[in-house]
């Protein structure tokens, strides 16, 4: 081990050396976009070897999972800072979608490592999916406590419905960051809308 990885590892244990990487990629990423990340770089600028990132990170796309992943446990704890299960199940859906909308108009680019084709097209890791599955179920949960307390028709599918509700949503972000005309005040409008027809959706089996 050299002088300077001998120092490196004083001065990080091991998982802090890992949340320290993360937070500067993240950095990166919002400065220069991905174009401006390389693993080199990365250990530059944390004063380490690259061979003290591949203890982390087996590879670029390893790192960009990483990255979402915190991106996902972010958002989450946004939303659980501004909705409570003491709110009704209609309020609790309404902070939902404000924040989703805020946090992926706010950080675009971690937004794209989240639910964008870099990382789900390029390669996931088991950990990031299950970060996303868990963030989208207890959202989805959401939606099926709109329903039991009779804000939607028994009828209605609830997952689907929060399938839909979900696509509506980071379509809209997604317009709004690829540069469409959409203002961020246009996405929460519209957003509100989507809202309003869901709960006014009548109770009609489809075939």
Known sequence: MSTREHAVSRTYHHGD?????????????????????SLRRLAERV??????????????????CAMGEEGIRRFDEALAS?????????????????????FALGFPE????????????GGTTAS??????????????????????????????ALRLS???????HGLCRMHNDGLLFSPGDVEEISRYALWLVKNIRSERLG
């Open 163 to 169: 399938q839909v509700i979900w696509g509506a949503l």
């Open 110 to 121: 971690l937004y794209e490592l989240m639910f964008g084709r870099t990382t789900w097209k």
């Open 82 to 102: 501004g909705v409570t299960d003491t709110q009704s199940p209609e309020v609790r859906l309404e902070g939902f979608i404000t924040t989703y909308v805020h």
């Open 17 to 37: 050396l890992r949340r320290r990487l993360l937070e500067e990629a993240i950095l990166m990423l919002r400065d220069g976009g991905l174009e401006a990340l």
């Open 128 to 157: 990031f999916e299950q970060a996303a599955r868990s963030s989208f179920r207890g959202y989805a949960e959401m939606v099926a406590a709109l329903q039991k307390s009779g804000g939607l028709s028994s009828e209605i599918n």
């Open 47 to 64: 004063g380490v070897s690259q061979t003290a990132l591949y203890h982390h990170f087996h590879d670029k796309q390893g790192l960009l």
